[in-house]
């Protein structure tokens, strides 16, 4: 009975089924040319990488290879059906030729039985379902992970140990190593500095999860708000904002002037009608005026508060950018 192929992601191509033998003998291993060379069994293995079997690898492969199974063996992969589905996928993917491939089977391989006295052993003797793996003497890169997974939650198999893995994350920290980091950090953002990780949700996750395995504290860290109240260091003050500027120098922002006024406690109203900063119980924004009309002269003699209404009177009102009166002053 003839197995089908699995189900490509990409664009669906036909080609031959992977199943049980045809009968007729494998066609011997062709010499491809490769640009100016030709590509031979041991330069596509050389060529491949084990890992990640990028497209110009896998095609070289491809044809270097008489079937899918044979495929896998020039890649050194493991010899199962996940790695053949997933490899297969690869090649429709890519859309890389394989007519020439015959059918071949798996080749056989002995059953393997997850009992729960098997498996509680090997959880209690390992950190990870890899390392179980390894104790139980099974390859880790053919097991079947999600499978032992599902008998670890069936059996209620207890895994609280377990450091590594999809599941648990990367490995837990040694102590060794973040207790002197804790002490001398004051937040998470610092502790991950010290230990040179990146600053995400994984790795602040991990350190904390490291912290209460060791049972070190993170009492003394002060959080995110830990400059909350407190002035940016790069805060400039009323007299370096409050001057005049040399010609060419780029306006100083509307924000930082209101900013200056308000650390000289200038009242907010203005310097015509009188108006505060509300009317008819709703909020009026009053504007910054330069009495001389020069927008660079920001010296505190030079700047008032007027109402809309009032500023709109000004000679200085709305000045075009595109007249050589933009920084002129008014006499």
Not at 223 to 252: D, F, W
Request: hydrophobic share 30%; proline share 8%.
């Amino acid at each position: 009975m003839e197995r089908p192929a699995a189900h490509p992601r990409g664009r669906p191509r036909e080609r031959g089924l992977v199943g049980q033998p045809t009968g007729e003998p494998a066609p011997p291993l062709p010499q491809l040319p490769c640009g100016d060379r030709h590509l031979s069994r041991p330069s596509a293995e050389a060529h491949v990488t084990r890992a990640k079997y990028p497209r110009d690898g896998l095609a070289e492969a491809a044809a270097a290879s008489r079937s899918l199974v044979d495929l896998l063996r020039l890649l050194d992969a493991p010899l199962g059906s996940p790695t053949l589905r997933y490899v297969s996928g690869r090649l429709d993917h890519y859309g890389i030729d394989t007519s020439h491939f015959v059918d071949e089977p798996l080749p056989s391989r002995e059953k393997r039985s997850y009992t729960r006295e098997l498996l509680e052993e090997a959880a209690a003797n390992s950190h990870s379902v890899r390392e179980m793996f390894e104790y139980l003497g099974y390859p880790p890169d053919d097991s079947p992970y999600g499978h032992v997974r599902k008998k670890l939650d069936q059996f209620g198999i207890d895994t609280s140990h377990f450091t590594a893995g999809r599941r648990y994350g990367p490995g837990i920290v040694p102590a060794e190593t973040l207790a002197p980091a804790v002490a001398r950090s004051n937040s998470l953002a610092g502790l991950l500095n010290l230990l040179g990780m990146v600053d995400n949700g994984a790795g602040r996750e991990r350190v904390k999860r490291s912290a209460e395995k060791h049972g070190i504290s993170l009492d003394h860290f002060v959080g995110q708000g830990h400059r909350r109240g407190l002035s940016s260091p790069q805060r400039k003050s009323a007299e370096e904002i409050l001057l005049l500027k040399a010609a060419g120098s780029q306006r100083t922002k509307t924000a930082h002037l209101r900013r200056a006024l308000d650390d000289l406690e200038v009242p907010h109203r203005c310097a015509e009608c009188g108006i505060g900063d509300s009317w008819r119980g709703k909020r009026l924004v009053l504007e910054i005026d330069h009495v001389n009309g020069d927008r660079l002269d920001n010296r505190r003699e030079n700047l008032r508060y007027l109402c809309p209404s009032c500023h709109s009177q000004t000679r200085t009102h709305s000045r075009s950018r595109r007249t050589g009166d933009l920084l002129r002053p008014v006499k």
